[in-house]
């Protein structure tokens, strides 16, 4: 099974509407980038969100 998911992972073209020719291992470290951006905004927007609430209190 380790042996499949290797292959699976790091050798098989991507079959996603956005894999264009890449591995979904080449995938997810191309675009890991833009979740961490995606998760910071969130974070940030809740903690101001936060502070808002407790200022108005």
């Known amino acids: 099974m380790t042996e ?6 790091e050798e098989r073209t ?4 956005y894999g264009y020719g890449k591995t ?4 997810l470290t ?3 980038h833009l979740a961490k951006e995606k998760m910071l905004g ?3 927007s809740s903690v101001l969100q936060t502070e808002r ?4 209190d």
């Open 4 to 9: 499949w998911l290797r292959w699976y992972n």
């Open 53 to 56: 609430v407790n200022a108005s």
């Open 24 to 27: 979904p291992m080449q995938t």
């Open 42 to 44: 969130k974070v940030t």
């Open 30 to 32: 191309d675009s890991l």
């Open 14 to 17: 991507h079959t996603g509407k």
